[in-house]
């Protein structure tokens, strides 16, 4: 008797704590559908600020939302908040690779914060599927240019840093050879010498 009475006890309980489950999850899916739509009414309002406030309400909520996260970082890219963007743009990209417009929203974010390797990786990753996108073309030539802006700019550097450093090597040369001339003077040995090139090096 008092283990039938455990078992009904246990069932009883159970049956409580599935009803209580399912009537959070319901809680929780209204709650979700209600910040989405606030969201979604602030971005078209182009209250940026004010929508990510709901999508954070509601990402809380169910994290692992694609569209949610999408829409959040577009907010974001408006705001010129690049960094930030580019985390949702990724968790999207991960979970939905296929989805382009993250894809092509990232490499803008990434060409924004000078990032323009990156950038180029997500416009030529786009033109795999669509070759003449419009919108990832005219960003694919600016980047190309950055990129190649940049290499020149390196390569000048190095020159310079190249032509720095023969600099110091002469003028160390010199500072040398200066000092053979005058140990060589204060010591008495023959002037072709110490003006030979073996003092060059």
Same mark, same amino acid.
């Given at each position: 008797?008092?283990?039938?009475? =455990?078992?009904?006890?246990?069932?009883? /309980?159970? &049956?409580?704590?599935?009803?209580?489950?399912?009537?959070? !999850?319901?809680?929780?899916?209204?709650?979700?559908?209600?910040?989405?739509?606030?969201?979604?009414?602030?971005?078209?309002?182009?209250?940026? #600020?004010?929508?990510?406030?709901?999508?954070?309400?509601?990402?809380?909520? !169910?994290? *692992?939302?694609?569209? !949610?996260?999408? =829409?959040?970082?577009?907010?974001?890219?408006? @705001?010129?908040? *690049?960094? =930030?963007?580019?985390?949702?743009?990724?968790?999207?990209?991960?979970?939905?690779?296929? !989805?382009?417009?993250? $894809?092509?929203? $990232?490499? @803008?974010? $990434?060409?924004?914060?000078?990032?323009? *390797?990156?950038?180029?990786?997500?416009?030529? +990753? /786009?033109?795999?599927?669509?070759?003449?996108?419009?919108? /990832? %073309?005219?960003?694919?030539?600016?980047? #190309?240019?950055?990129?190649?802006?940049?290499?020149?700019?390196?390569?000048?550097?190095?020159? +310079?840093?190249?032509?720095?450093?023969?600099?110091? /090597? #002469?003028?160390?040369?010199?500072?040398?050879?200066?000092?053979? =001339?005058?140990?060589?003077?204060?010591?008495?040995?023959?002037?072709? *010498? &110490?003006? %030979?090139?073996?003092?060059? &090096?």
């Amino acid at each position: 008797m008092e283990l039938a009475a =455990e078992i009904k006890k246990k069932r009883i /309980v159970f &049956w409580l704590f599935l009803g209580f489950a399912f009537a959070l !999850m319901g809680q929780n899916a209204e709650n979700i559908q209600k910040y989405h739509q606030k969201a979604r009414t602030l971005l078209l309002q182009e209250e940026f #600020e004010k929508a990510i406030l709901q999508y954070d309400s509601a990402i809380h909520i !169910m994290p *692992y939302s694609a569209q !949610m996260h999408y =829409e959040r970082a577009y907010c974001k890219m408006r @705001i010129k908040d *690049y960094k =930030e963007a580019i985390l949702d743009f990724s968790l999207v990209i991960n979970q939905a690779p296929n !989805m382009h417009q993250a $894809r092509i929203n $990232r490499g @803008i974010c $990434r060409y924004h914060i000078d990032n323009f *390797y990156g950038a180029k990786r997500d416009f030529d +990753k /786009v033109t795999e599927s669509i070759p003449s996108h419009p919108i /990832v %073309s005219i960003y694919l030539t600016i980047v #190309e240019d950055a990129i190649s802006r940049l290499q020149q700019a390196n390569n000048l550097k190095t020159h +310079k840093a190249i032509q720095e450093t023969q600099l110091k /090597v #002469e003028q160390s040369r010199q500072i040398r050879r200066k000092s053979s =001339e005058n140990l060589a003077l204060d010591s008495g040995i023959d002037e072709n *010498y &110490w003006k %030979s090139d073996f003092l060059d &090096w």
